[in-house]
């Protein structure tokens, strides 16, 4: 996901030298922006917590859904690590490979 950068202190903080959006008076694409992309992953949380997990709501945990969502992330990707892991390396053992 993007950074979201609306005020200009943001866009400093992390050493861009673009215009904020405040400074453009404007904001990102409704449908396809970084915030409409938290909307919709925070919506999708929402009903799987409290629509489709079964038994008592007392004993659910949201984390768990966090768990199971974060794993579904890169579900039907091929991701490439083209000059990232050596090829003498085991792969599986390497850093970006565990987080993929």
């Given at each position: 996901?993007e950074?979201y950068?609306?005020?200009?202190s ?5 050493g ?9 008076k404007?904001?990102?694409s ?8 938290v909307l919709?992953?925070?919506?999708r949380?929402h009903?799987i ?7 008592n709501l007392?004993y659910?945990d949201?984390r768990?859904v966090l768990?199971t969502?974060?794993?579904?992330v ?6 490439v690590f083209s ?6 390396v085991?792969?599986?053992n390497h ?5 993929a």
């Open positions: 996901m950074r950068h609306f005020f200009r943001n866009c400093s903080q992390f861009f030298t673009c215009d904020s959006l405040s400074e453009l404007s904001d990102e409704e449908p396809e922006g970084a915030l409409a992309n919709d992953l925070l919506k949380i009903k917590f409290f629509y489709e997990l079964g038994g007392i659910r949201v768990q768990k969502v974060r794993k579904e890169l579900k039907g990707c091929k991701v000059r990232i892991i050596p090829s003498k085991q792969a599986d850093h970006p490979w565990k987080m």
